[in-house]
């Protein structure tokens, strides 16, 4: 303490209390859309139509049918901490609205400018105020249009630090979708529509279910790769869908998780969902899924984060083993069995200690240390189908029914660029290329080195600004999320560059037309999906390289010849020739290994020769 000095310490002003207060919460347009969706669902909304313009910069619409506020309510709404949502500790304790803190309201109008128009549904007439620098004006009476609109505009306008660090309308536009997206997953039973600029872009009518809803957003075919999962708990149960594990992808979209309708991040629960995958999933896939978990409120505490983006668990141990065990089961096309009787408890050594006769869906099995190998049925599947004869279309995950997704065309041989020393020695399991290289024996993955020799002569296609493109036989039909839509829609551009003619075909289809000369038959529905994957991280790159080469990356994955497929020794010898003619890399361009290699001297030392 310093004697005898003035004193340092005073309280803030409110406006700008209230400005730290909206620096948590309103970080972008997105979160003032969130924030008035969250709000509008607490007041029992069916139809909530959320308008904006030049991504929420310019103007933020949402309009409900809900109960409405009067005006007593409707002007307390925008003092800070005020709420019809919590009365006491208890209510703090068990949190079953959207919102709670009373902080929405009063951080929007404070970076913004607010119009209120309300009524309640029994009422003769409505009211309506504007709301300008967190100060409320002077009320009028309007028609009586029962719910609530909230128009916000000039957002950030008295705040231009924070405006400067806002992206472009594409991007905050993006995030906006995805927002109306998200709450759109989380309850089925309400209407959501979207229109951005006066278009609409996202129309998702109120259905039955999750089910329907998960198909409307990610489309039926998703929903046909996937497994379904449902289990419970006594204080807990959880539903939705995962990959089946022969589909996963590169792509990390969608992953989305729903506690007590909430969309959150939890590293609790991701784990938990890949440890029950295990060893199912390739290296270098991730799982999909949309999953619902509703735990008891009283079990959840969901204030531990200022845009309520993360939750704790109060006992995050049996969340993680439901969650895996339901997943493990899933996956694997086991039935779930009801929970009747005592909650099973998991000890610190991952061990049940659930007694006998509980009836737990969660039992004490462990998972196994050797999982079955997806991929490999489907090897035997394709070389039974083959006699053990090349087989005459590459082998790809993504199918819908029994048709691949591309046109089907007989595979071409692997043409020679190059004539390194190499003999050839074998294939094993339709996956590794046995070759002598020189003096050297190696093994090669087939898949990862015919993906570095394609992603090397891509990017050096880049690099000379000459990347040719090659129409497809029949130009490609993709329906994708409506964000996923918008997000293309940002890069048809920088994509035709790279030899991929993209074009939007109304609503959220697209139309592949063309894609890299060179690459040969691909299966284009999964490209995309990856290649969105890529395109949401292209503005986190420091660099056009590093945005670039993980779409070629892509490009060369999908093109490239697949494991399960039989090559004859011309073909292994042109393809082993052509890594090393690219440099006899040994990674792929995602981190997968490409080569095992022994030396004669290595061979001797194994076999006890070296100093003979």
Known sequence: MVRGGRDKIHILPEDIVGL????????????????????????????????????????IRVTDDGEGMTAGDAQLAFARHATSKLCSVRDLEAIRTMGFRGEALPSIAAVSHVRV??????????????????QVGPIA?????????????????????????????????????????????????????LIHNGTEVMNYPAVLSDRDRVGQVYQPSFLARCREVQ?????????GYVIDPVYARSSRV??????????????????????????????GRHPLFVLFLEVDPSQVDVNVHPAKREVRFADQELIHHLMRRAVYRAIRGEKNREVVGETERVAQNGKSTAGEGSGALITADRLPKEQADPQKAQRTKIEGASGGQPIEQFDTPYRYGDQLSYVKETAESYTRTSRPEVTVLGQINQTFLIVRLGEDLAV???HTAHERVLFERLFRAWLKRDIQSQPLLIPESITVSAAHATLLGRYLGELEKLGLDIEPFG??????????????????????LDLLDDLSHWNQAATLEAKVRPILASLACHAAVRAGRSLEPPEIKALVEDWIAEGEQSTCPHGRRTVFRLSTEDLEKMFGRAGW
């Not at 009476?141 to 000039?154: D, L, N, R």
């Not at 950030?156 to 536009?173: D, G, V």
């Not at 991701?270 to 029950?276: C, L, M, N, Y």
């Open 444 to 446: 090669l993955d087939q």
């Open 254 to 283: 969608p992953q989305e998780l729903f506690v007590n309708r909430r969309s959150v991040r939890s590293t609790t629960v991701f784990h938990a969902v890949a440890e029950g995958y295990g060893a199912t999933l390739p290296k």
């Open 507 to 528: 609503g959220s289809t697209i139309l592949v037309r063309a894609v890299p000369l060179g690459v040969g038959k691909i299966d284009v529905e999964s490209l995309v």
């Open 117 to 134: 128009s309300t009524a309640l549904h029994c009422a003769e007439t409505g009211i309506s105020f504007q709301v300008r620098q967190g």
């Open 231 to 239: 289990a419970m708990l006594p204080m807990a149960q959880v539903t």
């Open 20 to 59: 730290i207060a909206a620096g948590e919460v309103i970080e972008r347009p997105a979160a003032v859309v969130k924030e008035l969706v969250e709000n509008s669902l607490d007041a029992g909304s069916r139809f909530v139509t959320i308008e904006v313009k030049d991504g929420g910069l310019t103007m």
């Open 141 to 193: 009476e309007t028609a009586p249009v029962a719910g609530t609109t909230i128009e916000v505009t000039e957002l950030f306008a008295n705040q231009p630090a924070r405006k400067k660090f806002l992206k472009s309308i594409a991007t905050e536009f993006f995030h906006i979708s995805r927002v109306v997206q998200q709450a759109a997953l989380a309850w089925p039973s309400v209407h959501f529509r």
